[in-house]
């Protein structure tokens, strides 16, 4: 029988402490330590770590599950969480056994550091290096975001290979490594609190041990371990910030009354349109999300497919609901006390964040048109 006992708990931190917070974190563009601590002192850090080192065992699902209730109440939060589970895929898979001891435990919290400044989008194409030298092997890079980046323990961390010209190689490099500079601190429009900075790597010294898989492995591990996971993600995210959307929208249109008439504005039958198809929008966005989950479980000869698909419509589809619900509430949606305009700039986060929906929308093309992706 599944384990759906995350639902529940994720339901109970979200509604309280995340809910609680999630207006500070955004006006204040800080990171979420409150709904952290409580996510990680609910056992959640330990969600996609095998039971044999104390974490729950649980996949994808479990793990989009708890992203998209997240994103109903603070998507800043939701993306931290997505990112931790993301970087713990990788270490779960190819990490060393007191890692992944102290992500189960909730002593680690992970990031993914691909992105950067030279390849930009592409994450699966690093530019920058790692070379042996006395101590160890040296890193250099420009990454151009890491998301938790004051407060991740450590990333999973991308470069060229030390050797041959395979695509990329990983490495689990501490966040308090000499060396490493964290740029600036985050000031965005959207997703204000997920502390996303560039990081400089300039001469930083790992053991060659923290490889994450073989060298030059890189690219096969971001294929197959984390674009299901990340796009499942990420769509989730989107997901619940539709799903708060339409919530907020309702109740705001509902309670809103014409003095002169006493009626409301939501007894405006063009209001409920806009409300029907900004339901409709969610709900099959849900649909595909379900469907890609369920094609991965089943190792669906489509399953990659949907993976691809999955982020591109749904971060599309949110920021159509939100331009909608920007456009139902009014002048109202414009103040942060009608709970709508936040959501409205943290959904336009997803279709930039790689790989981006154009990006997505050329591979799926690709596949389309029986093509090579890479």
């Not at 996971?229 to 309702?250: D, K, L, W």
């Amino acid at each position: 029988m599944t384990d759906t006992s995350h639902i529940d708990t994720i339901a109970r931190v979200a509604s309280t402490t995340v809910a609680e917070h999630a207006g500070a974190v955004d006006k204040e563009g800080r990171f979420p330590t409150e709904s952290v601590e409580a996510i990680r002192a609910a056992g959640l850090f330990g969600l996609v770590s095998a039971t044999s080192v104390g974490g729950q065992g649980q996949a994808i699902r479990a793990a989009a599950e708890v992203v998209e209730r997240l994103a109903r109440e603070c998507p800043s939060t939701a993306m931290v969480i997505c990112m931790h589970y993301a970087g713990t895929a990788v270490i779960e898979k190819l990490g060393a056994e007191s890692v992944r001891r102290d992500i189960a435990s909730g002593k680690h919290l992970s990031t993914l550091a691909f992105s950067e400044a030279g390849s930009r989008s592409q994450f699966w194409a690093p530019t920058s290096t790692a070379k042996r030298d006395a101590k160890g092997v040296r890193l250099d890079a420009k990454k151009s975001w890491i998301t938790s980046a004051h407060h991740a323990t450590a990333y999973v961390w991308s470069s060229k290979p030390l050797e041959g010209s395979e695509a990329s190689s990983l490495w689990l490099v501490p966040q308090k490594a000499s060396g490493l500079t964290i740029d600036r601190a985050f000031d965005g429009l959207g997703l204000r609190g997920n502390d996303s900075s560039p990081v400089t790597a300039s001469s930083v010294v790992v053991p060659e041990e923290n490889l994450l898989g073989k060298d030059g492995g890189g690219f096969g591990t971001m294929m197959e371990v984390v674009l299901p996971i990340f796009n499942a993600m990420n769509a989730a995210c989107s997901i619940g910030i539709m799903e708060a959307a339409v919530t907020r929208t309702a109740a705001h249109v509902s309670a809103t009354k014409f003095e002169h008439s006493g009626s409301s504005v939501a007894d405006l039958p063009t209001v409920r349109a806009y409300l029907a198809k900004m339901r409709v929008k969610a709900d099959m966005s849900r649909t595909l999300w379900q469907d890609t989950l369920s094609a991965l479980e089943a190792g669906r000869p489509d399953a990659m497919l949907r993976v691809l698909e999955v982020k591109a419509a749904c971060g599309d589809a949110a920021l159509e609901v939100l331009d909608v619900a920007m456009r139902v509430a009014g002048g109202a949606a414009f103040r942060r006390d009608v709970g709508v305009e936040r959501f409205f700039r943290d959904a336009r986060a997803g279709a930039v964040m790689a790989p981006t929906s154009d990006a997505l929308y050329d591979f799926i093309g690709k596949a389309v048109c029986g093509m090579p992706l890479f």
